[in-house]
């Protein structure tokens, strides 16, 4: 079953603006991770957060992490025409036997 | 970081038949995993390939249609078998430290 629940599901913005999305989960983790997926194609790892950080930074990329609202946002800054993709938060748990589990997606469109 | 080479990239097949998607390593993982995802949607994993020990599925999925190999720790195949129309995915392989490593996928259309 999925794990994650990102919001919105789909987000258009003008290039320069700020794109944030959202991910609530619903069990305790031990990481919360953030990937980006082009055109259908393989998956790629942005960023990592573990259960005991509240924020982690990766060059326009801005993670944080509120554990008691078993919550993640992940903030674009400067959004590119490049960054157009969708994006999955995926969550990792101890009792999960190495299993990640992805969100459902954000499919984010930069406008030109 | 491992990187993984994944073929076909895409295939066209005809209802009741079968194709098999190899997944290699470039150097030696554990665990590799097998996830589908159909379009528009989200990855739902598949199964867990294990080096030595047969894979472990998850709910939804079965070794009869979907049998999978892991011969040694850089390579693993995913077979779908007698393919139907709603096969049609996205098939993905990874491999995984802290973080997953991804195959480019293969695009399967079933006719």
């Known amino acids: 079953s999925q794990q994650g629940e990102e919001d919105p599901q789909a987000l258009s913005i003008q290039e320069g603006e700020n794109a944030t999305m959202n991910c609530s989960y619903k069990t305790s983790i031990n990481n919360l991770q953030w990937y980006r997926q082009n055109s259908g194609r393989g998956l790629v790892h942005l960023i990592l957060i573990r259960s005991n950080e509240r924020e982690k930074h990766s060059g326009r990329l801005r993670v944080t992490l509120d554990t008691s609202k078993k919550s993640s946002s992940l903030l674009i800054t400067a959004s590119r025409a490049a960054d157009t993709a969708s994006y999955f938060c995926?969550?990792?748990?101890?009792?999960?036997?190495?299993?990640?589990?992805f969100g459902k997606g954000t499919r984010l469109h930069i406008l030109p | 970081s491992a990187v993984i080479s994944q073929k076909p990239s895409r295939d066209i097949c005809q209802r009741g038949t079968s194709l098999t998607i190899q997944c290699q390593v470039d150097?030696?993982?554990?665990?590799m995993f097998w996830y589908r995802q159909q379009p528009g949607q989200s990855l739902t994993l598949i199964a867990t390939?294990?080096?030595?020990?047969?894979?472990?599925?998850e709910s939804g999925f079965v070794i009869d249609k979907f049998p999978i190999s892991r011969p040694n720790l850089t390579f693993s195949t995913l077979t779908v078998s007698n393919m139907s129309p709603e096969d049609s995915s996205i098939y993905l392989c990874s491999a995984r430290d802290e973080k997953l490593f991804f195959g480019s996928g293969t695009q399967l259309s079933v006719l």
């Open positions: 150097s030696q993982v554990t665990m």
């Open positions: 390939a294990n080096q030595g020990s047969e894979a472990t599925y």
């Open positions: 995926a969550t990792d748990a101890w009792n999960r036997d190495d299993k990640i589990i």
